[in-house]
């Protein structure tokens, strides 16, 4: 069974619902691997768990605006 592990920070419940269905499409029609045996796990960091260059996306997102 494959497994796909993505992390993210957070997304909305669609975003996230859209990611399942393309991931699974995706690897289905690359690997040949029937839909319904892949797994697929979303997990969510929050944006101070997550750090770029040095600065947590909390910082980065302070500096943008």
């Known amino acids: 069974m ?30 040949g691997i029937p839909k319904e045996f892949f797994f697929i796990s979303i997990n969510e960091l929050p944006d101070d768990d997550i750090a770029i260059g040095g600065k947590t996306v909390t910082e980065m997102k302070k500096e943008k605006k």
């Open 2 to 31: 494959p497994y796909i592990l993505f992390e993210t920070s957070k997304l909305e419940k669609e975003v996230k619902q859209k990611l399942i269905e393309k991931l699974t499409e995706t690897s289905a029609d690359i690997t």
